[in-house]
């Protein structure tokens, strides 16, 4: 049953304009860091971890989390239309499957944009003149980084799922990433997971320790994705079955 559900969203994944944003976005915080990065190079002097200050700047805090966000609401977005959801809670379902199946989807979309932005900085460093060996922690970045990047994806298909609009929770995931920013620099980063995203991407930091330890990173992660699951669930199986 659950294969059969996986197998429905990436068919309705199957030519959709998300891959224009998947592509597209991600290229545009990798144009500005590595400008800023080239317009800076005399202070920047760690090479490629200097630049991967300056990509993640911008991505972590204000492009990543409007991408997820889109990610998020197109998902909700198929089902909302045409009032394809009376069709999802009717059928013999558990409406955790399908929510969970929605979360695994975006967390795989997810991740090949990890992948993406990995081979954007690569490209972008190259380019701004670094002949250097590339970090070995690159991959550890982004792997860590997914831990919320996951807990983001599970806020915002909640979002979605609630609020039966495309353009107003990809507006709040973007207000979300600049209220990360203002929480991190208060010391607070470890508590909202706009703010985990940056601190597992090392945003700050890239050559040091994470912001807050690892465990917390990855307990304080699991906990918005358990947390937001199980609203969803309960909100799909009171709400949705008398609004859908």
Request: aromatic share 12%.
């Given at each position: 049953?659950?294969?059969?559900?996986?197998?429905?969203?990436?068919?309705?994944?199957?030519?959709?304009?998300?891959?224009?944003?998947?592509?597209?976005?991600?290229?545009?915080?990798?144009?500005?860091?590595?400008?800023?990065?080239?317009?800076?190079i005399?202070?920047?002097q760690?090479?490629?971890?200097?630049?991967?200050?300056?990509?993640?700047?911008?991505?972590?805090?204000?492009?990543?989390?409007?991408?997820?966000?889109?990610?998020?609401?197109?998902?909700?977005?198929?089902?909302?239309?045409?009032?394809?959801?009376?069709?999802?809670?009717?059928?013999?379902?558990?409406?955790?499957?399908?929510?969970?199946?929605?979360?695994?989807?975006?967390?795989?979309?997810?991740?090949?944009?990890?992948?993406?932005?990995?081979?954007?900085?690569?490209?972008?460093?190259?380019?701004?003149?670094?002949?250097?060996?590339?970090?070995?922690?690159?991959?550890e970045?982004?792997?860590?980084?997914?831990?919320?990047?996951?807990?983001?994806?599970?806020?915002?298909?909640?979002?979605?799922?609630?609020?039966?609009?495309?353009?107003?929770?990809?507006?709040?995931?973007?207000?979300?990433?600049?209220?990360?920013?203002?929480?991190?620099?208060?010391?607070?980063?470890?508590?909202?997971?706009?703010?985990?995203?940056?601190?597992?991407?090392?945003?700050?930091?890239?050559?040091?320790?994470?912001?807050?330890?690892?465990?917390?990173?990855?307990?304080?992660?699991?906990?918005?994705?358990?947390?937001?699951?199980?609203?969803?669930?309960?909100?799909?199986?009171?709400?949705?079955?008398?609004?859908?």
């Amino acid at each position: 049953m659950f294969y059969r559900l996986m197998k429905v969203e990436l068919i309705k994944l199957h030519r959709s304009s998300i891959w224009l944003a998947f592509i597209f976005i991600p290229i545009i915080p990798a144009i500005m860091g590595t400008y800023n990065y080239i317009q800076n190079i005399e202070i920047l002097q760690d090479k490629w971890y200097s630049l991967w200050t300056q990509h993640t700047l911008f991505t972590c805090y204000f492009f990543m989390p409007a991408i997820i966000g889109i990610y998020c609401s197109y998902l909700m977005r198929l089902e909302h239309a045409n009032h394809n959801w009376n069709t999802v809670m009717t059928s013999p379902v558990p409406v955790g499957l399908i929510f969970v199946s929605k979360l695994l989807i975006v967390t795989i979309i997810l991740v090949l944009t990890h992948v993406w932005i990995g081979l954007l900085f690569i490209v972008s460093g190259r380019l701004a003149g670094l002949t250097g060996p590339l970090p070995l922690k690159l991959v550890e970045w982004l792997v860590s980084g997914l831990l919320g990047g996951m807990a983001i994806c599970a806020l915002q298909l909640f979002l979605s799922l609630i609020i039966r609009s495309f353009a107003v929770p990809v507006a709040a995931a973007f207000a979300g990433g600049i209220i990360g920013l203002m929480a991190f620099a208060r010391g607070l980063g470890a508590w909202l997971p706009f703010s985990l995203y940056s601190i597992g991407m090392r945003a700050n930091n890239p050559d040091g320790v994470l912001a807050c330890n690892a465990e917390q990173l990855v307990i304080n992660s699991v906990l918005y994705i358990a947390v937001f699951s199980i609203a969803a669930v309960l909100w799909m199986r009171n709400r949705d079955v008398v609004t859908g």
